[in-house]
């Protein structure tokens, strides 16, 4: 097993965690980036369905698996400093929504929540409405990122993950925040 600490930073669509994560890079954090942004950027590229907004299933499934192997890159990587690696979201997140699409095998991912574990800690950038913007891979409101915010907070937590809420500071205190919570 590593001695890497697998930081997850998660929180509602549009909280600023993309920007917190380049401010870690930045200052010579390992990164994984978000499987889920890199998926939808890819299916939109091949022109496919295999899309949150057009076939949830499928593309929770694809998250789901795509970011345990990301899980499993962070597993092997030595980390640069501190020996923390970063998520940008993480599998957890992806069986949390395949849970809540009512299908028959909704839980054929549940048995990675236990077998594979993230540092006790998630940070959780809360709801920011002057900063949340759509995009390309972005197709969410605001209402719906932060009812997706409220059922990650319950998810976490019912897996025994303890919590921290990012203040809404600059990039830089964000940075210094998760810095000293980590160490």
Known sequence: MTKNKLIVISGCSGGGKSTLLAELCKNRYTVMP??????????????????????????????????????????????????????DRCFLEGISYFQTLNISDANKYHHFVGELRYYSTIFMAPP???????????????????????????????????????????????YQFVVDNIK
Request: glycine fraction near 2%; hydrophobic fraction near 40%; include cysteine.
């Open 34 to 87: 978000e499987v889920g942004r890199e998926l939808v950027k890819e299916q939109l590229e091949l022109n496919s369905n295999i899309l949150p907004w057009k076939e949830p299933i499928r593309f929770c499934e694809l998250l789901v698996e795509k970011s345990v192997e990301r899980y499993h890159e962070a597993i092997k990587l030595k980390s640069v400093k501190d020996n923390a690696i970063f998520f």
């Open 128 to 174: 920011w409405e002057e900063i949340f913007c759509e995009d390309a891979e972005r197709k969410n409101s605001f209402k719906n990122a932060v009812e997706e915010y409220d059922r990650l907070l319950e998810y976490y937590v019912k897996y025994g993950y303890e919590l921290v809420i990012l203040p809404k500071v600059s990039v830089k205190e964000r």
